[in-house]
């Protein structure tokens, strides 16, 4: 089955600084690739998602960009702020299948 | 719009024991997952329900148990608890897939004793 593999498990930068979490999947037949933050004591929440036949997406400060031959995808935070600091997840998942996730990444942003 | 209502909040059980979890998905969303989060572990996927059926399937013990109302209202059942049961059981519900735009209930904490 699918294994995803989620690096760095904390990561801590300066506010404006900017942060990267890388992730690995093991099935190529995965195309479905979302990212969830969960803030300290509430629910996870879809912060963005990339399908296999886009490369890159961006939305304001976030962005995810995905290489299928490598088989990883990695989110990307520019100028963060302390309201960024959070448990990020990744997942990924076949056809309309369960979402794998991976183990999560702290990100402390320090004003 | 209501979000994704998890009750109760918090359990305290003993070895041994059996409990129900509940779960009300967003208005209009047909398929209700569930994820057993615990530290270092991230999310596991349970099981997904979608028009009262289960769809999908985790690797857990079938001591978990679920089911899902016409009304897609979801519950949750663990018997024989363990300690190692202990976590945040997360429901998540979407529209129609089980795996895309997920919404998230703000989960139970069970403590097994």
């Known amino acids: 089955g699918e294994n995803v593999e989620q690096h760095p498990s904390t990561l801590s930068v300066q506010e404006g600084d900017s942060a990267v979490i890388k992730c690995t999947y093991s099935?190529?037949?995965?195309?479905?690739f979302p990212w969830y933050k969960q803030e300290l004591g509430k629910r996870p929440q879809l912060i963005i998602d990339?399908?296999?036949?886009?490369g890159e997406k961006k939305d304001q400060r976030i962005a995810v960009t995905l290489n299928k031959t490598a088989k990883h995808f990695s989110l990307h935070i520019t100028e963060t702020q302390p309201e960024d600091s959070a448990v990020y997840f990744c997942a990924a998942s076949t056809g309309f299948q369960k979402l794998v996730f991976g183990t999560g990444t702290r990100l402390l942003v320090s004003p | 719009k209501a979000g994704v209502t998890q009750t109760p909040r918090y359990l305290i059980k003993t070895r041994g024991q059996q409990v129900t979890l509940s779960c009300s998905p967003i208005s209009g969303h047909r398929s209700v997952s569930w994820y057993q989060q615990t530290p270092g572990q991230g999310l596991q996927f349970l099981f997904e329900?979608?028009?009262?059926?289960?769809?999908n399937k985790g690797n857990f013990p079938g001591r978990f148990s679920g089911r899902q109302f016409s009304n897609s209202r979801s519950e949750m059942n663990v018997s024989t608890l363990e300690l190692g049961d202990s976590a945040l059981y997360l429901c998540?519900?979407?529209?129609?897939?089980?795996?895309?735009?997920?919404?998230f209930g703000s989960g139970t904490q069970l403590s097994v004793l």
């Open positions: 329900y979608f028009s009262e059926t289960q769809r």
């Open positions: 099935d190529s037949a995965s195309n479905y």
């Open positions: 998540a519900s979407s529209l129609e897939a089980a795996n895309e735009k997920l919404f």
């Open positions: 990339i399908r296999s036949n886009v």
